[in-house]
T-cell receptor, first 111, second 111 residues
Framework: GENVEQHPSTLSVQEGDSAVIKCTYSDSASNYFPWYKQELGKRPQLIIDIRSNVGEKKDQRIAVTLNKTAKHFSLHITETQPEDSAVYFCAALSTGNQFYFGTGTSLTVIP | EAGVAQSPRYKIIEKRQSVAFWCNPISGHATLYWYQQILGQGPKLLIQFQNNGVVDDSQLPKDRFSAERLKGVDSTLKIQPAKLEDSAVYLC?????????FGQGTRLTVV
């Protein structure tokens, strides 16, 4: 099955700085890569996603890049704000339509 | 649009007792997932349904866990008997095409 690895596990940045979270996947047939934000005690919420036929996608301060050859994808958050503090999960959708999640990155934005 | 509904929100049981969780997916979503999220970890897939059929239950501990999705709508996940290591948040998600929508989860504590 698919194996998704995520780094770093914790990340602290100053408000206004950028944050980058990286994930790798093992199954070259995986074709959809969402990123979820989970605040304490709340459900995971989709913040951005990318499909395998696209190399980069941007939505305001959030962007995701995908390198299919290297089988890795990254989340970029620019101009970070305190409300960006949360746990972020990457995921990969396998050919069987199963989502495999990374282990999460706890992001803290310091005011 | 109504989201994925789960109940109960919280449950505390003693080890060796049984417990059941309920999930009502978004109307029209054929795919339903149950995930186990242990504190500090990413969601781990337990079982995936497509309508009322099981697509993947390879990571479901079948000696104690069972799940069903009658009529291809609501689903229940049962644990019998519970162990201390089953303490986690159990998340239900549903999907129409690719994007998965999560419920609030049920936080289970086994003492």
């Amino acid at each position: 099955g698919e194996n998704v690895e995520q780094h770093p596990s914790t990340l602290s940045v100053q408000e206004g700085d950028s944050a980058v979270i990286k994930c790798t996947y093992s199954d070259s047939a995986s074709n959809y890569f969402p990123w979820y934000k989970q605040e304490l005690g709340k459900r995971p919420q989709l913040i951005i996603d990318i499909r395998s036929n696209v190399g980069e996608k941007k939505d305001q301060r959030i962007a995701v890049t995908l390198n299919k050859t290297a089988k890795h994808f990254s989340l970029h958050i620019t101009e970070t704000q305190p409300e960006d503090s949360a746990v972020y999960f990457c995921a990969a959708l396998s050919t069987g339509n199963q989502f495999y999640f990374g282990t999460g990155t706890s992001l803290t934005v310091i005011p | 649009e109504a989201g994925v509904a789960q109940s109960p929100r919280y449950k505390i049981i003693e080890k060796r007792q049984s417990v059941a969780f309920w999930c009502n997916p978004i109307s029209g979503h054929a795919t339903l997932y149950w995930y186990q999220q242990i504190l500090g970890q990413g969601p781990k897939l337990l079982i995936q349904f497509q309508n009322n059929g099981v697509v993947d239950d390879s990571q479901l501990p079948k000696d104690r866990f069972s799940a069903e999705r009658l009529k291809g709508v609501d689903s229940t996940l049962k644990i019998q008997p519970a162990k201390l290591e089953d303490s986690a948040v159990y998340l239900c998600a549903s999907s129409l095409h690719t994007e998965a929508f999560f419920g609030q989860g049920t936080r289970l504590t086994v003492v």
